[in-house]
């Protein structure tokens, strides 16, 4: 599981490559933890290459956005797989983030908030 | 020296190191030396043990060792050297002795008396580091530079205890000085590295005994949680239930409840906590708690109104607090009235039960989807009925079912669980849930189990008076 962190002008997007699941979910949390710094408004997550997503993968988004909620940062995902679109749509994150389908669309919407 | 005599040298020395190698695994291996590494039990018992041993290996070295005029270039010290390090004076002292006496009279190149007193001198030096580090071995370098100062002193008694006059400083390194300090370097880092290797593992040998002594507790006390088998029937109905649940590991986070709030109505639910193992378990521990509560409150205010829904609403207001790790269950609660053959329920994303009637049809309830417990304020939850007739069996599952994995990567999915609810229509709840699992675990084929696994299957019949 890598995590691979670009900028998008201002915004930081992580790119999730691999599995999240028990076992590599610590680490893929204390990643995006390091790259959110209190006051940022926005991290997009890039799931393009997230190949599988557990509850322990949910997890760590609901405590990333948690974390972000303290400075009413938001937390917006794209280019979400089969797969994962299915696991997000039983847990009910789409009433919870913004899930668009390709990375451009994330990053016109938060460009037009600005 | 010429190549000829440098190779040879190189040669003697790697077998030594290699006997050195498979007779210090062996060495470290008996039960006698992991009472001496690990316990530091010095008995007499003890260092006679390291004396004979490592006296040995000095005997050894010398027969294996590399002659070259008048010297021997070997590996003798390493033994006494050992045998004080990690057992103390005696113990070196002993192996010196052994080693150091066998010197003096199998050689008489004319070193053998400054060999023999440094073989013995070499045990009792390594029994005072000893003594001076109060009996902790020495790291790998820390050794090796003990070695290194031994073999220097060793030269250093060859050059003043000249025995036929013909030494001096050049012939002495010549004599294979810097080989021996190096190989008898090596050998010590070998020995001290196979030693701290077998230190490390009983350490983490011990440690993990006692992590499968908790292991085990949590299981059992996990165990008690889940309910008993419904002694007190009901008067006027019987029912029958029947439940196997099986962690992924050790423990997990499926689980099951049922009350019999009174004479005809049943609650009944099955839950699938976020994640695997002990975390996933210490929250099935929590929900069961907040379940128990809810349950009790409705007994005793609301009690003909029950409804799944808000006991799914109260839980999901106690889960949200002190939960910074967010977790977050699916859970499936119904409730049976058996008198109006209706099953009142309300699902928080857990996988849809199955009612399979006597004559073979097989249904799941429609339902409204709604978010599992745990994640979000003010979630909102609905209860929805059905119809469950007397001889139904109502299945209720979890993900571990659909979701167990061949071999072939592929999953048991609800297409086979349908068919094997089809195939199992007539049976009792027992009968159907022993097949299905026999079913999965075949399908799987010895795959490890993947997710944690829990299946409840139960009926209901009036009792005929």
Not at chain 1, 15 to 37: E, F, W
Not at chain 2, 47 to 58: C, E, T
Not at chain 2, 182 to 194: C, E, K, Q, R, V
Not at chain 2, 263 to 276: E, F, N, P, T, Y
Request: proline fraction near 4%; charged fraction near 20%.
């Amino acid at each position: 599981m890598h995590v691979i962190i670009n900028q998008a002008g201002k915004i930081p997007v992580a790119i999730l490559k691999g599995r999240m699941d028990a076992l590599t979910s610590p680490d893929v949390k204390n990643q995006l933890l390091s790259t959110i710094n209190p006051g940022l408004a926005v991290l997009i997550i890039d799931c393009s290459m997230l190949e599988y997503l557990s509850s322990a993968g949910i997890r760590v988004f609901y405590q990333i956005a948690k974390a972000m909620a303290d400075w009413h940062g938001e937390l917006i995902f794209c280019s979400t797989t089969e797969v994962v679109s299915e696991i997000f749509t039983m847990v009910g994150m789409h009433t919870d983030f913004k899930i668009f389908p390709h990375l451009d669309e994330a990053i016109a919407l938060v460009n037009e908030k600005n | 020296m010429t190549i000829a005599d440098i190779i040879k040298l190189i040669i003697s020395l790697v077998n030594n190191l290699a006997f050195i190698l498979i007779a210090a695994y062996l060495v470290t291996r008996t039960k006698l030396y992991t009472e001496i590494i690990l316990e530091k039990r010095l008995t007499l018992k003890n260092s006679l043990f390291l004396s004979v041993i490592f006296g040995f290996f000095a005997i050894y070295a010398d027969y294996g060792a590399f002659i070259y005029g008048k010297s021997l270039i070997s590996l003798r010290d390493l033994g006494p050297e050992i045998a004080g390090l990690i057992g103390g004076p005696v113990a070196g002292l002993g192996a010196g002795f052994i080693g150091g006496i066998h010197r003096y009279f199998y050689s008489s190149g004319g070193t053998q008396i400054a060999c023999s007193v440094t073989t013995i001198l070499s045990g009792l030096i390594a029994g005072l580091v000893f003594l001076l580090r109060k009996g902790k071995v020495p790291g790998i370098w820390g050794a090796v530079i003990f070695v290194a100062s031994i073999e220097i002193l060793h030269n250093f008694l060859v050059f003043v205890i000249r025995q036929d006059g013909s030494y001096d400083f050049i012939s002495i390194i010549q004599a294979g000085f810097l080989p021996t300090l190096f190989a008898n370097s090596l050998g010590m880092a070998i020995f001290m590295l196979i030693s701290t290797n077998l230190v490390r593992e009983k350490e983490s040998d011990g440690a993990r005994q006692r992590m499968e002594k908790e292991l085990d507790l949590a299981r059992e006390i996990l165990a008690s949680l889940l309910p008993d088998p419904l002694v007190k029937q009901p008067d006027r109905f019987s029912i029958n239930i029947y439940s196997f649940i099986r962690p992924a590991r050790f423990v997990g986070g499926d689980f099951y409840d049922y009350y019999l709030l009174d004479d005809s109505r049943l609650l009944i639910l099955i839950g699938d906590v976020s994640d695997k193992g002990i975390p996933a378990a210490l929250f099935v521990s929590r929900c069961k708690s907040i379940l128990g509560s809810a349950v009790k409150v409705i007994r005793a205010y609301y009690h003909e109104e029950a409804d799944p829904a808000r006991i799914l609403e109260f839980a999901n207001e106690e889960l949200l607090t002190a939960n910074e790790t967010c977790m977050f269950v699916t859970l499936f609660i119904g409730l049976l009235d058996f008198e109006k053959q209706e099953l009142l329920f309300s699902n928080a994303a857990h996988t849809n039960p199955f009612i399979v009637s006597a004559d073979g049809k097989i249904h799941q309830p429609e339902y409204r989807k709604a978010r599992p417990l745990g994640l979000k304020k003010d979630p909102e939850y609905v209860s929805c009925t059905t119809m469950i007739n007397p001889g139904d069996k109502l299945v209720l599952y979890t993900d571990g079912i659909t979701e167990a994995m061949n071999p072939k990567g592929e999953f048991f999915s609800a297409n086979r669980l349908l068919r094997t609810l089809a195939e199992n229509h007539t049976s009792s709840p027992e009968e159907l849930v022993r097949n299905l699992i026999t079913k999965v675990d075949l399908f799987a084929l010895g795959q490890s189990q993947n997710d944690d696994i829990a299946v409840v299957a139960m009926s209901y019949s009036p009792v005929n008076e």
